[in-house]
């Protein structure tokens, strides 16, 4: 029963990204000068997974012929009471959508939506939509497993070349997350098995910084991920500050290189940076912000991966090893097709044994998360889920 419950939602969630990803007819707009959408931001431009939001929402509003006016941006927005208040004055601006892109905004969202219910509201990386079921709350989010994926390969393809050449014996890769919540423990493990899909001995220590930005923090793990030994490192973090640490250590002349996260870090680390994977946020502000402009429902979650264009990795460094973008294009294009998925229970284990069912009680009576070979991440909802410690992964 709780499988096919599972799958009842991913057919849901499949068939409203089917409805979203079709041609738009604009005959049915309803555009006007005073329509306005409003974004409440974590951080500022000055931070990378804010400024990769921004970006987006501004391509989007554009693709739909709406001018810069009518799109109301909030900066710095905490995680607390500050957000609901925000909502609040958006809404009363006369704004039809608004939106959040933090985690812990959902719940200010979510009690701003009940007292605006004509007003659509839309939250990133939350996973509340589904089981508050309000008519005017949606969560929205990538497939960004699958970038940090491809970008993994990248990495492992480095650390074969280094292995390969003498420079390294000791396939240690390291990574700085943010918090122990799913979407970075989703994130680091898909990472990770994309470095061993080509150094299958590789293992990784994990180091949290507890906090989405902190450059002193996440320079000081990624120093401390160095120091023992690590020669690739990754990052579920916002600023520039792993990338900055590992340069220095590349410029002084230890083998060590970076993927970074949001925005490529070549303007930080032209040496050691690789890539960087990213979310391609104006693919969902556009469909949804489209949606609320024709009058048409927004489904409870929106998930967009590399067959919709939502996801994507940044420009290569010159250090990446021979052969890598060949091997990047045969990895999406795998992706795209369905013949690889990421969190394939075949490539990893827990505890030496291979999963076959993960039942994660997440908002219904139970939520059976494996099913054809495969952990389904973002199917159920368009969130995270994994939140599974595999082996070959250490937490510090």
């Known amino acids: 029963m709780k499988k096919l419950l599972a799958i009842t939602l991913a057919l849901v969630l499949i068939v409203a990204l089917a409805a979203c990803a079709k041609e738009k007819d604009n005959g049915g707009d309803v555009t006007t000068d005073d329509f306005k959408v409003g974004i409440i931001l974590i951080g500022d431009e000055n931070e990378g997974y804010t400024y990769s939001h921004i970006e987006g929402i501004r391509l989007a509003v554009a693709a739909l012929g ?96 280094l292995m390969d050449d003498g420079l390294v014996d000791d396939p240690h890769v ?10 970075v423990v989703s994130g680091y493990t898909a990472f990770f098995l994309g470095v061993r899909s080509i ?10 910084t507890n906090s989405w930005f902190d450059m002193t923090a996440e320079a000081e793990a990624a120093n401390t991920l160095m120091a023992r030994g690590c020669v690739i490192l990754s990052q579920h973090a916002d600023s520039t500050g792993a990338p900055g640490a590992v340069e220095d250590a590349n410029k002084g002349g230890k083998p060590v290189y970076i993927v970074g996260y949001n925005v490529s870090m ?70 795209k097709s369905g013949a690889l998925h ?22 219904f009576e139970g939520t ?3 099913w054809d070979g495969r952990f389904n991440e973002s199917y159920v909802i368009s ?3 994994f939140d599974i410690r595999i082996d070959g992964i250490t937490e510090l």
């Open 66 to 161: 709406l001018s810069e006016s009518q799109l109301i941006l909030k900066y710095d927005i905490p995680e607390d009471e500050k957000c609901y208040d925000t909502a609040v004055d958006l809404a009363e601006q006369g704004c039809k959508v608004i939106f959040a892109n933090s985690f812990g905004h959902e719940s200010y969202l979510i009690q701003a939506s009940k007292e605006y219910p004509d007003i659509q509201f839309v939250h990133a990386t939350g996973q509340s939509a589904a089981r508050e079921n309000l008519p005017n709350f949606s969560n929205h989010f990538t497939r960004i497993f699958e970038a940090r994926y491809v970008s993994g390969v990248v990495a492992g393809m480095k650390l074969k070349e």
């Open 368 to 370: 059976e998360l494996i």
């Open 342 to 363: 990421v969190f394939a229970t075949n490539t990893w284990t827990v505890g030496g044994e291979e999963l076959e069912s993960y039942d994660q009680s997440w908002g």
């Open 199 to 208: 150094v299958p001995e590789a293992y990784m220590d994990v180091i949290y």
């Open 266 to 335: 070549l303007n930080v680390a032209p040496n050691a940076a690789l890539t960087s994977p990213t979310n391609v946020w104006e693919v969902n502000y556009e469909t949804i912000i489209d949606l609320v402009m024709k009058g048409e429902p927004v489904p409870k979650d929106i998930a967009t991966g590399y067959a919709e264009g939502g996801v994507a990795i940044t420009a290569l460094g010159n250090s990446v090893a021979e052969g890598t973008a060949a091997r990047v294009e045969e990895i999406i294009a795998a992706i």
């Open 174 to 183: 390291g990574y700085v997350g943010a918090y122990p919540y799913a979407e």
């Open 383 to 385: 969130a995270s889920l």
